[in-house]
């Protein structure tokens, strides 16, 4: 649900325009020994101490626990003949500062706007053949808007997008997805362990009046026993008013918080201990009480669990009195969670990033607009480990985190060159969380690396993924429904700009990427500007004997012809040979030539790498799932006959899971079903078409495992 997506000026109706080499400059992929490294910090962190209190006076970060057994609790269910009402899980788009003509031509004049370039002819490294084999990998059907209308309380049924949640452990697998439901299935056949479980349920919101805000993620631990963490954004508003979208997103004064459900055992389906951190625990932060804590992610190492989310001030000025506060990332003492401890047991280091100097200038002022809220670090996504042998147990216990740099870009409205520049963070000395009243949390610091001539990559926000063409009953409503004299036309899969959205710790390495706009190369002809991606491994090996990161591997990845969204990288863990995958929505229509007949539906898709080669292995894409119809949900036709706001993701996730098999277990969004027509299709029922689409969505998930 990234509020950085909200920040666009405008969204194509489809791709970036498939536009010709003589427009454009492009840039090519860089050698390794030509990447340059500095440092940044140590820095103390914001605060240490007691999570009950986050600052020195007058604050409360962390509240709880509250217990919740699934096995007693009431659930929540809708029937399928219900009216469907849809809703974009966003929260209002914050104020935004016109430029003056001088600014503008002033951050031009600091942009040369290149596009990365792949060869596809003759085939080069980071353009992929796409097979439609599996390759091996298994997968059923996963979430899908029906599941998500039916099993929440919220009034708005249909919600798009279905941010991805998977996590894997115990012999199971947990899928979630907005605006708040989980599902289990067995991890030795991905047979159905549960049925959909709302997650006002599992965080107990119900009894407090609560309501579930998205962004849903999730971690298995498997020490102390194991433990399962989920986490959402939740709202102090209830469900049957709106929920979040009347209260948290609505920018109600003290009414957005963090849900940190964790299993009081290795069973999934048992008992959780709730905690809320509040997004507004400190009234001196610029926007308070206004803050949003949006596109939260987790991780876990020996000592702490870890979690971050960006800041933005839905009201008032943030830092420099702009619109976006940056990073914040927290360190919890991660034992005292798993047992359930009140919240003033509860230790907690926690940095504030908004406060920490970037290469552009600081979140209070940029270097060359000299305006604030643009320059700040942001999506800054600490690490998954692949399993608890991959913990790094170096400088008192360490976790890791990883960001992109393309601050003008995330900013949206602003003219953007993309970047060439990556950040690798990280905490160190957290076992320190685990001391009597956290007397030794002195030694606690947070640094990084910053990685300056890599790869570059080019992603304007608000740019649109083409998908190919196909019957769109609800799109088609738009001319019965008075919306237009025409159809609406077939919108495209949102892009969501280059940042990172999962970060996977195997190995001794961190496995990341982000997207970029690719510009695929042929030989007598135009290039094709299409959505690719390009994958970083960073190793921290070299951090354990130095302090600084290295880089180990970059490449681009790009499917020939076609275009890809929401892409992630995991990593295999114990015994493993370096060996990962890169997953993501296939999608695209065939580009200027038309190729794959036309392009593809949204499909679930993968290919392998390892952390030496360049690229996928034997550049191939395979096709786990094939989608089956063009996405055909409400957000495609927002604003007809103006600009379209397609929702897509907003990110996929996937894990490695120990003792399976070395297998990879990954879940993205796509179409299951063909969509059908009237008289079978109503706009304005849950379960229409046989129950395989909601009248206002037709999302679907796939949950996939694959050895790599």
Known sequence: M???????????????????????????????KHVKTSTMGPYKPTFVG??????????????????????????????????????????????????????????????????????????GPGCDSISTSTGGATGVKGLKAVDSAENTANIYKDVEPPDQALCAGNGFVMEGNNIGEIKLFNSANLSSASPVISLDTVMGLGAKGWSSGGDPVCEYDPTHGGHWFISEIVSSSPESSGGAFTGCFSAVANSCYEGIAVSTTNNPLGSYNVYYASADFNPAEPGSPYLLNDFAKIGVTRDAFMMFYDEFPLRGGGFGNGIFNGAQEFAFNKSSLEHGKPASQVTVAYENMGKLKTPDGTCAKDKILKMGGITCWVAV?????????????????????????????????????????????????LKALKSSNCSKCGAIRFRGTLFKRVDRYYLPEGLAAPQKAG???????????????????????????????????????????????VAQTYKGANAEIHFGGLYWVINTKSFDRSGRFTLTNQSYVSP????????????????????????????????????????????????????????????????????????????????????????????SAGIYLPGSGDRIYFANEYIQYPNCEPPAFNPYQIGTCGGTRDGQANWGTSVNYVKP
């Open 471 to 517: 019957p769109i009953p609800l799109g088609d409503q738009c001319t019965a429904a008075g919306a237009s004299t025409q159809p609406c036309p077939e919108g495209g899969l949102a892009t969501n700009g280059d940042f990172s959205y999962q970060v996977s710790q195997a190995q001794g390495k961190l496995w990341t990427d982000a997207m970029t706009e």
């Open 381 to 429: 996504i600490p690490a998954q480990p692949a399993d608890s042998g991959q913990f790094d147990n170096s400088h008192g216990g360490t976790g890791f985190m990883f960001g992109t740099l393309d601050f003008y870009g995330f900013y949206g409205p602003l003219p953007t060159s993309g970047d060439n520049r990556v950040a690798a963070w990280a905490w160190t000395g």
């Open 2 to 32: 990234s509020l950085m997506a909200l920040v666009a000026l405008s969204v194509a109706g489809g791709a970036a325009a498939h536009k010709a080499t003589s427009h454009l400059r492009l840039a090519h992929a860089t050698s390794k």
């Open 50 to 123: 007691s999570a009950a209190t986050g600052c020195k006076t007058g604050c409360s970060l962390l509240s709880g626990p509250t217990t919740v057994n699934l096995a007693t609790a009431p659930r929540v269910h809708s029937k399928s003949g219900a009216p469907a009402r849809g809703r974009a899980l966003v929260a209002p788009t914050p104020r935004q500062r016109a430029l003056s003509k001088a600014q503008r031509n002033r951050l031009m004049h600091n942009q040369s706007f290149p596009v990365p370039a792949v060869s596809c002819a003759p085939m």
């Open 560 to 651: 020939a012809h076609e275009d890809m969204s929401m892409p992630a990288v995991v990593a295999e863990g114990t015994g493993g040979n370096n060996k990962a995958i890169l997953f993501f929505t296939l999608t695209g229509n065939g580009g200027p030539t038309g190729a794959d007949s036309g392009g593809f539906y949204p499909s679930t898709a993968f290919g392998r790498l390892t952390a030496t080669s360049k690229g996928l292995l034997k550049s191939t894409v395979n096709i786990a799932d094939a989608g089956q119809s063009p996405q055909d949900g409400f957000t495609e036709y927002q604003g007809y006959p103006g600009a379209t706001r397609p929702r897509w993701g907003d990110y």
